[in-house]
Structures are given as structure tokens and as C-alpha cells.
């Protein structure tokens, strides 16, 4: 058994940490159980709140939103509410006005019912107008509940605005467990990008010594572990095994907020999450939802990670290379066309291609080889156990599964690495001179 998880033991107080920095986060309270429903307006009395207004849509409403309003009346809590008449809400300047308009004056909290989107509109709405918010989860479907970004779909582009995360987190286990499967099954792969995540710090860790804590990695590892203890019961929408989910993704919101980053919750699988969903989006198309482009994204990086530990590696041919910068260039533009001069700029600033960062990770490796296969094969889960788990609830695990090309299988592995100046498994690849071979080795893969 892993040691149960108290969510509650990491909030409201800063954690002076063996790592050296201090850690808070702004979330005060997270409750996620059985009834937590009816301890909701307790939750907001004691956090000092008077006036909620209830954020939701048609679907949140019926699912979460009348039984939460229900409990909030029979407490005596004055409450406002808005309820979007949208089938899927698009997080857009409308609907943002639809709710500015529609809140009450003296509102004092903002209380969202719902999941991704809400929780994005919420946290921009309470934000902006200087209010705390709490969001009562309907679904356990992504890691950002506590974040403080909000992806919102601004003049038809989508945005990622810097806001503030929730006072609390509430989910009614009865409530979560009855969410659509594919938004459970979402979360369970952003919970498993956690495996990849946490060793794309590692090895950045060991190869470049960039900052680590290993009190939150362990964190972070105890919610996975608690989540793999109640793997087959997810199938079958145990509370307990829901509830498991849902924290794990609240608290790897946590692990973000206490190092300052995404670092503990985002590696190369959300790397691959952002270019597929950045193609989809330029070329019109409907991404998938973020957890579930995860789910898919660990498997390949688990595969990539699993490929590179059996690889015989020439270390002086690796350093013998040169780096056409040009070549490069052109190659950005192929894959990120309208977004390519900002994913240049950022290689402008990380230089995470030149020669010289490459030199030294190479001799880094060299030097550890064995060490830093020990750990790959130690710490990291078999590529096809992963897949049957996403199989089991119906996602999709592979790239076509999701709608992503051959060509983008290769040109993920190679150029993903680029949304991001992070050091993942993909610059190793990089720098090792393998992106090429192991992003034609995956396509095969996939079409085997
Ligand atoms: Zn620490
Ligand atoms: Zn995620």
C-alpha cells in the first residue's frame, strides 16, 4: 500500500524544504470526497465568503450545479448564479461578457461548476475582478485545476492568460465518478504523464543540474502510485478509484505552485500535446481533449525513453555533428508555419541547439551512460502496460487514435522539443544525434 495522500497537509502554511526554497501555495482547501457536496457551503463560511455566484453550463447544472445550489439555500447562503445555455462552452470574449454581465453586485466569491473550461473562465472572471474562487469539480479530466493560467479562445486564437488559482478545490466523489468516461479516461493520461515528467527532470537534473526537489517528486510519485493501486477500478467508476485521479491531478497543480513552474507536471508528453494541438487548431481542426493528447503523448515518450535505454550509443560520431542552423530553420517553418518565428525566438533565447550545451550533455552522458539507464529502466513503467490501462477505459493510445499524422509522429519527435525551452528525453535524442532515426522508428511503431 502507498502511504495515503492528505492533500490538506501541504496547504495554507509555507513548507521550508530540504531543496532549500520554500514552498506555498494559494490553494487553502481541497475536499475531495464522498458529500462533499454537502459540506460546500460550510467550506464557504469558513473561508469567510457571503455572497457566491455560481458559474455554470446547461451540462454542469444538472450534473453538479442544482444539488450545489440546493445545499448552498438550505444553508442560508445568498447566492447569484449564471448558467451558459451552450452545449460545449468556448471560453471566447462572449461568453467571458455573458458572465461579467450577469454577476451580482457585492458578489463576494466566484464558485465555478464544471471542469477545464469553467474552471479557465472562472479564474479569469474572478481575477479580473479581484474576487477569490473556488471550483466545485465535475469532472477529474486535466491537471490545471490549481493552476494560475487560464487557456482561453481569444479572437479565434487560443491564449494562455496568467490569472490565479482557486482558494479550493471541492469535488463530490458520486458526482465526479458519473462524468463522461472520455473525461475520466483524459485524466487518467495526464496522470501518467507524470511518469515521463518526472524523469525528463531527473535526467535535466543529473545532465545539466538544473534545480530538482525531491520532496515533491515524491509527492507527486505517492499520487500516481495511489492512482495505480486503484488502476482496474476506474473501469467500473469506484469513488475511491475517482477520487484517486482527482487528486493526483489537483495535486500535481500543487507540486507546480510550490516550485514556481510546470517542471513537476510537464515533460516531452506535454511537449507533444502542444504541437498536436497547435496543428490541429491551424488547420482548423478540433483538438483532442488535452488529457487524453497526454495519455497518447506518454506512450510515445515512454517508447522513445525504452528504445534509447537499449541503444548502443557512438558518443564521438554524436559530437562530431554539426548543427545547420538553416536547415533547421527551414524545418521549423514546416512544422509550425504560422508560429514559427515566435518557436524561433525562443531558441534565440535558450540556445539549447549550439554546439557547446550540446557538448556537455554529450560528455555528461557519456560519462553516466549506466547510470542513466539504471534509472530508466528502474523508475519508468513497460510502454505496452500503459497502453492496455488507457485501452482499458476506451482512450485512444495511439497518434492516429487522436488524429495526428505519420508526418507529425516524425516531426514531434524531432521538433516538439522547440514550445518549450525545457530539457526533456527529446534533447537527449537531440543532442545524440537520434531524433531522425527514432522518429521514423515510431511511426513503425505505430503502423505495425
Ligand atoms: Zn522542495
Ligand atoms: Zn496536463
Known sequence: MAKALDLNTYLDKEIDCSCGHKHYSSVKRIDIDKEAVKRLPKHIEELGYKKPFIVADINTWKAAGEAAAAELAAAGIDYGKVILDYEEVVPNEQVIGEILVAVRPGTDLILGVGSGTLNDLC???????????????????????VSIGSALMLQHVKTTVDCQGPVAVIGDTDVLAQAPMRLIAAGLGDTLGKYTCLMDW???????????????????RTAIATVMEYRDKVRERDPEAIKAVTEALVLTGIAMSFVGNSRPASGCEHHFSHFWEMRALMHGQTPELHGTQVGVGTIVALKLYHMLAEEKID???AKARVFDKNEWIANIHHCYEIAADGIIAVEEKSKKNDIPARDQCIDYMEKNWDKIVKTIEEELPATEDMEKLLASLDAPVTPAGIGVSDEEVRDCVIYAKEVR????VLQILWDLGLSEEYGDRMVKYFNA
Do not use: Q, W
Open 202 to 220: 531527473k535526467l535535466s537534473h543529473l545532465i545539466n543540474d538544473e534545480y530538482y526537489c525531491k520532496e515533491v517528486v515524491d509527492m507527486v
Open 123 to 145: 479564474k479569469l472572471i474572478s481575477f479580473r475582478m479581484g474576487l477569490d474562487y473556488i471550483i466545485y469539480a465535475t469532472a477529474p479530466s486535466m491537471d490545471g485545476f
Open 315 to 317: 558518443f564521438a560520431a
Open 421 to 424: 525551452p525545457r530539457f526533456t
